[in-house]
């Protein structure tokens, strides 16, 4: 999960070399940190939080296949 965040926001932003997720692992849930540049936080967040929703909606699949829950922050 964390790989595939990583791939799609080093895609997204100007600056890939300081894109940092951080992955906290629970028995049911993880939670994907997304750290980036202050510049590139709108380019990962988009219009109205929809490139967020999308990249949400991917990870939710993703972790659907392996039976346990993922959620994503962005973190200024």
Same mark, same amino acid.
Not at 11 to 18: G, K, S
């Given at each position: 999960?964390? /790989? ?25 849930? +993880? ?8 510049? /590139? ?16 909606? @991917?990870? +939710?699949?993703? +972790? ?9 922050? @962005?973190?200024?």
């Amino acid at each position: 999960m964390k /790989d595939l965040v990583k791939f799609i926001a080093q895609a997204l932003v100007d600056h890939p070399d300081q894109v940092q997720v951080k992955e906290i692992e629970g028995e049911q849930t +993880s939670v994907i940190e997304l750290k980036v540049a202050k510049e /590139d936080l709108g380019k990962v967040i988009g219009k109205q939080g929809r490139t967020a929703r999308a990249i949400r909606t @991917i990870l +939710s699949a993703a +972790s659907t296949k392996i039976r346990k829950r993922a959620v994503m922050e @962005i973190l200024e």
